[in-house]
């Protein structure tokens, strides 16, 4: 592809891409611009490069590589056009994931404005196809009154996308339709031929919604308008006409509410005589002739102005019934030839499917074809077909058939899926199937679907035998939809009692339920998407097993596990479909073998099969032999089988295995024991114990019931979790533990209690107890003892005997005590304060879950002590001030643990739950919430985190959901994910979320810039920096604004974890690349400098900046100072006037470099434009120091000359500023060459600035 011998063009490599795209060679398109454009002539892409290939994306619907593209195209610092964004909304409207392109489309829009890009009609109506595709009507009206607010022109296109979002509404959207039809008359818009299909295409899909309220809507043009004063917006039209359109009054049309419209109607009908006539009160009354002799009524010619013979509106249901009100099929098409438009095929097609059926409205289209030259297709004879087999007229739809062969119109299968639509009887389905086979066409899924639907609605067993029968041998697997369909024939009716009364009609469903029982067996499933999977399959003996054993499932449950088992692949036939597919499993040493004997296919004894499963199930035996057991992988009802027994004994001969004979019954099982060992018994509980019989009783603690304190060798108590024999309580009164069994609630709750101990106030379960827990339970303990008396002996207190001193009171103050002695009691919570401070420390070694209950643990504790008000306090021993500095401690901790630990969800809700049972009292109640934290799994901090959801709050039942934390949890989220290196989650994370402190927040929020470049987006992050309004730049400090400036002109950073801008600049760390990011143009560069001057004042008055900004704008990529050529005189003189409608123009804080400026000179025109801003400093004050400024001139000294010439505008300040210059430099000592080139220069300064052409010439 590449042209040999030269290199090519950006605009070569475009004109290429859109020529393979145009021959639908998308993915040849992407590889010539990623791998030959940039990797192998590293060429650098222009914005029409990434346009026309977002545009194929677009088209093709490949939305992820869409914005991968737009993304690339903004790292590289380029500009969208009004042709890129077009695109990108195409991508999202095309896109096969419709939710995905929504809020692709949604967050495009939101960054459109936020940079103030305004959109042309274009970009509008490609947003506007977008929110019809993926959203709703509302959402295209918002778009719409935007374009009318922008002035936009409304097209046929524009309505165009708003009658497709009205499909989305299937109850009222035909009612919709016809009110943004009626707009668009009213807008001067002429409808075309897409627009007139789309309305049918609503007439056939969507309702009419309330009769009511569309008579009102409908019929009464000026509905609405006495009591909305809408916005009006005269816009011009593409015809050039004049159109006004009232989106205000067409919006609150379109969606009010039914019970409101009713109350309004209410209270008119109480103001005004003239009332709507119900049809029902029409019904005898006689009409004028000229009324009966009229043609049909059309809601269109209401909507042109016309007399209208249409009163009031019925009830609409069918598709028909809503054809007729926009004229039939006749008015129809006499209102496209009176609008000068011809029907298409998809026109007529979508009339075959919505019109009476009967022969006469067949041959109308068939003229309508003719007449205008539209060739039918098999399209539209399938949808006439489909439209007579609904109405029960099967005749006619074979009558169709003839006249397709008359066309020689071939048949496919949707021909005959629409004929089995109307196959009511079993004949006509034998006729259907064999008319597909002399056709050379095999009957697919749907087609067996609509027939079964057929039977199923009369209830015609025998007719659904013959259609399952037909599906097994044609092969044809069922899907879903067919299950289902099975499931509903094969129920009995609700009322319906077998054994109470006898009904021969419904007796035939039991026959029927036996066949399907035995169908579903043989017929593999099919999956949604109607791919075939290959699963095991299990003999029938397994599957008896399995059917009987799972008797608490409803029999629409088990013949859907049954038919799920049974999924298997069509292209093995049934032999490999039935064979049984066992793998081997070696469970524990013995010498029992279990084999599969063959035999023929019967029905298996369960009873028999029970017991030979349980025989050998908890067993072990001597140390010779093995136990190999052929089972089922995805046996899940082993539990259900065993009862949830712990343990079967099973006695057992001693039987050699040369004399073993298997007797016939044995032979018909699946599992047959050929070898045994006496086994051995496992510990088990006691109400498990095969040797003891063991008699349940609940709640029963005074004494042991029937013998179940008996016990072996390996019982064991369920309480205690120990051998029953060491139980101190086995047979104790009261908490008679020998009674206990798991089928108890009471017997339950008292085994957690013993085994939880003080974990259970955290509603922990025995699975999530580990060692760390119970060593953290047993401290805990230890520590609630230790520290009540401690806090005893602090309500005790030290008593002190005072004899005449002067002792201070609470307020500071000094008592004269004249009396001989005094007796004082001394509070000090100090050393209960320094107890939980200790405790707290060991929680610090302890394992995560550990340390957060034994800290939760000991708030609970300390939380309740007070501080007696009688008593005498010490300034540093408060107990009120110990508990909350304890509990900020412990809150801080646990947060820290909840947002960086991996805690489970559920963990962290009972760790919630636990803090908030504590009684807070008055001086902690303003902690009582400190730890509702927000899991990482929650639904809304996960869709905000994946940029999901941009505005941070989500409808949940009915209530708002607010993305709202705490400051420090806030704080800790940032830590962790930039720990994690997720710089994009962060940012989504910042910009949605709220939280309690606004002061603390707004600098890590000034952070974003940062952390989107450290994400690749150095282009994006420079934008961010300075918006239009709290700008992150105008906070800039002179050091912040040097390392943004070195960070985007070199694409480097230091990787550091930060909260605030500060720590940016006081960190040490080396600086590495960025990964996926590039330097931003010098263009960029002076525009980002330019911004921040203008809104920060810190960084516009200092020296350092302006060096450095000038050090940037004199060198070139390849050197550190590079001297460049002088440009023309002409050039210099024109520059003054284009610099100075740069930066004194009145446009906020935007810099805007015309193309032009920077086509001839573009080095030198940077250093001018920088230049120009560094003369506008000087004016406004004073610059110290100034030498290192002006020495970044010394390679360009004709830059220097243009500053002093422009500089002399102000005499007076120009004067002032060489003393501070010569004063500088009589005081600098320093002796390298910046100093000569200075002192060189200075005496040249003095001169007039009017010798300025001749002094330019000269260098």
């Known amino acids: 592809m590449r042209r040999p011998g030269r290199r090519n063009t950006p605009y070569w490599y475009h004109l290429q891409c859109r020529k393979l795209i145009k021959d639908n060679k998308l993915q040849e398109a992407l590889d010539l611009f990623s791998r030959d454009m940039l990797r192998v002539e590293r060429l650098q892409p222009e914005e029409y490069n990434y346009t026309v290939l977002i545009g194929g994306c677009g088209r093709a619907g490949r939305l992820k590589q869409a914005f991968r593209l737009y993304n690339d195209m903004k790292k590289r610092g380029l500009d969208g056009v009004d042709a890129t964004y077009t695109a990108l909304f195409n991508a999202c409207a095309e896109s096969p994931l419709k939710q995905a392109g929504l809020q692709q489309a949604l967050v495009l829009e939101q960054e459109l404005l936020r940079k103030n890009i305004p959109l042309s009609t274009i970009t509008y109506q490609a947003l ?303 006729q259907l199937l064999k008319d597909m086979e002399e056709a050379g066409l095999r009957p697919n899924v749907h087609v067996f679907s609509a027939l079964i639907g057929q039977a199923t609605r009369r209830l015609d067993y025998v007719y659904l035998k013959t259609i399952l029968k037909s599906m097994s041998s044609l092969r044809v697997w069922p899907n879903k939809i067919i299950i289902q369909q099975l499931e509903f024939a094969s129920q009995y009716p609700p009322n319906y009692n077998q054994y109470k009364s006898r009904n021969n009609y419904l007796v035939q469903i039991d026959g029927f339920r036996g066949f399907y029982q035995q169908w579903l067996r043989f017929m593999p499933a099919q999956d949604d998407e109607g791919e075939q999977v290959e699963l095991q399959t299990e003999t029938d003996a397994a599957e008896d097993l399995k059917t009987d054993v799972s008797d608490q499932l409803t029999q629409a449950q088990r013949n859907q596990r049954a038919a799920a088992r049974r999924f298997g692949s069509h292209k093995k036939d049934k032999t490999s479909i039935t064979a049984p597919r066992r793998r081997r499993k070696l469970l524990t040493s013995g010498a029992i073998r279990f084999e599969n004997p063959p035999r023929e296919k019967k029905k298996n004894n369960t009873s028999s099969r029970y017991a030979t499963l349980k025989t050998f199930l908890m067993c072990t035996t001597g140390d010779n032999g093995e136990i190999i057991i052929l089972s089922d992988d995805d046996d899940d009802d082993q539990d259900i089988l065993f009862n949830d027994s712990s343990v079967l004994i099973v006695e057992v001969e001693d039987v050699k295995k040369s004399d073993f004979v298997l007797p016939q019954s044995a032979l018909d099982e699946d599992l047959v024991v050929t070898f045994s060992r006496r086994p051995e018994v496992l510990p088990h509980a006691r109400y498990d114990c095969a040797i003891h019989p063991f008699t349940a009783a609940d709640c029963e603690v005074g004494t042991p019931v029937a013998g179940n304190q008996l016990i072996c060798d390996q019982c064991f108590c369920y309480i205690c979790d120990k051998l029953a024999s060491v139980c101190e309580m086995w047979c104790q009164s009261g908490v008679c533990h020998c009674n206990s069994h798991k089928r108890s609630d009471f017997w339950n709750n008292q085994r957690s209690s013993a085994l939880l101990g003080g974990l259970k106030t955290f509603n922990l379960t025995l699975s999530e107890i580990d060692a760390h827990l119970r060593h953290a339970e047993t401290m805990l303990q230890r520590f609630r003892h230790e520290v009540c008396a401690e806090f005893l002996t602090f309500l005790k207190g030290k008593m002190l005997q005072q004899d005449g001193l002067n002792l201070p009171n609470q307020q500071g103050l000094v008592y004269e005590l004249s009396v001989f002695f005094l007796l004082i009691l001394l509070l000090s919570y100090t050393h209960v304060y320094e107890f939980v401070s200790s405790f707290l420390n060991k929680a610090d070694d302890q394992d995560a879950r550990a340390a957060a209950v034994m800290r939760l643990g000991a708030a609970e504790q300390f939380i309740g002590h007070f501080q007696p008000s009688w008593s005498y306090i010490s300034p540093m021993a408060n107990a009120n001030e110990a508990k909350v500095m304890l509990l900020q401690r412990v809150v801080a901790s646990v947060q820290r643990q909840m947002v960086m630990a991996d805690f489970t969800s559920d963990f962290i809700q009972k760790l919630q739950d636990f803090y908030k049972r504590f009684c807070f009292p008055s001086e902690l109640k303003s902690m009582r919430n400190c730890l509702c934290v927000r899991p990482w799994d929650d639904v809304l901090l996960v869709s905000v985190l994946k940029g999901q959801n941009v505005s941070g709050y989500r409808k949940d039942k009915g209530k708002k959901d607010i993305l709202l934390e705490q400051i420090s949890i806030v704080l800790l989220r940032s830590e962790l994910l930039q720990r994690q290196h997720r710089y994009r989650e962060l940012c989504r994370y910042l910009r949605v979320v709220q939280t309690d402190d606004s002061k603390l927040f707004q600098p890590l929020q000034d952070l974003i810039p940062f952390f989107m470049c450290l994400g690749g987006d150095v282009m994006s992050a420079c934008n961010s920096l300075c918006p239009s309004a709290n700008a992150p730049a105008s906070r800039f400090s002179p050091l912040l604004f040097l390392f943004y400036l070195r960070l985007f002109e070199t694409a480097t950073a230091p990787k550091l974890v930060v909260s605030q801008p500060a720590e940016l600049c006081s960190s040490d760390a080396s600086w590495e690349p960025i990964k996926d990011a590039f330097p931003l143009k010098r263009a960029e560069l002076v525009k980002f400098a330019l911004r921040v001057q203008r809104c920060c004042s810190a960084v516009f008055t200092d020296s350092q900046c302006w060096t450095r900004l000038l050090t940037v704008v004199n060198n070139t990529p390849c050197s550190s100072l590079a001297a460049f050529t002088a440009p023309n005189p002409q050039f210099l003189h024109e520059a003054k006037d284009v610099v100075n409608s740069i930066l004194l123009k009145e446009q906020g804080i935007n810099i805007q470099i015309p193309r032009f400026f920077l086509e001839v000179y573009p080095d030198q025109a940077l250093l001018l434009l920088v230049t120009g801003a560094l003369g506008l400093r000087i004016l406004s004050a004073a610059l110290t120091p100034a030498l290192p400024v002006l020495n970044t001139f010394q390679e360009n000294v004709w830059a220097l000359w243009w500053l002093w010439d422009s500089l002399s505008c102000d005499a007076e300040r120009l004067n002032s500023f060489l003393q501070e210059i010569t004063q500088e430099v009589e005081n600098t000592t320093d002796g390298d060459n910046s100093l000569h080139f200075l002192r060189s220069v200075i005496p040249t300064l003095f001169s007039s600035a009017e010798n300025w052409d001749q002094q330019s010439g000269s260098c």
Not at 192 to 198: E, G
Not at 199 to 210: E, F, K, P, Q, S
Not at 239 to 249: F, H, N, R
Request: aromatic share 4%.
């Open 128 to 430: 506007l196809k977008t929110h019809a595709f993926t959203n709703n009507l509302q959402a295209c009206i918002h778009t719409l009154r935007e374009m009318l607010e922008k002035g936009h022109v409304l097209t046929q296109k524009t309505f165009h996308y708003l009658l497709m979002g009205c499909l989305k509404d299937k109850d009222n959207g035909f009612r919709l339709a016809l009110q943004v039809w009626r707009q668009m008359l009213k807008s001067g818009i002429r409808p075309d031929s897409k627009n007139y299909n789309l309305l049918l295409r609503t007439a056939r899909d969507c309702g009419i919604g309330d009769p009511a309220l569309a008579s009102s809507v409908l019929l009464s043009p000026e509905w609405g308008s006495r009591k909305v004063t809408g916005r009006v917006s005269n816009v011009k039209s593409e015809s050039g006409s004049k159109a006004v359109t009232d989106i205000e009054l067409l919006e609150k049309q379109l969606f009010i509410e039914p019970d409101s419209h009713r109350d309004r109607e209410e209270s008119n009908s109480r103001q005004e005589s003239t009332q709507l006539i119900p049809v029902t009160q029409m019904e005898n009354a006689s009409l004028p002739v000229d009324f009966v002799n009229s043609p049909a009524p059309n809601l269109l010619d209401v909507f042109e102005g016309r007399k209208g013979d249409v009163v009031s509106l019925g009830t609409v249901d069918k598709a028909s019934d809503r054809l007729a009100l926009i004229g039939g099929a006749e008015g129809f098409l006499e209102k496209l030839a009176a609008k000068g438009l011809s029907p298409d095929l998809k026109t007529l097609t979508l009339l075959a499917d919505m019109m009476e059926s009967s022969y006469e409205s067949l041959q109308m289209l068939l003229r309508a074809a003719k007449q205008h030259q539209v060739k039918l297709d098999v399209g539209f004879f399938n949808s006439a077909i489909r439209r007579s087999a609904r109405a029960g007229d099967l005749e006619a739809a074979k009558g169709v058939l003839t006249v397709m062969r008359q066309r020689n119109v071939s048949v496919d299968v949707k021909t005959f899926g629409s004929l089995a639509l109307g196959c009511e009887r079993q004949s006509d389905c034998l």
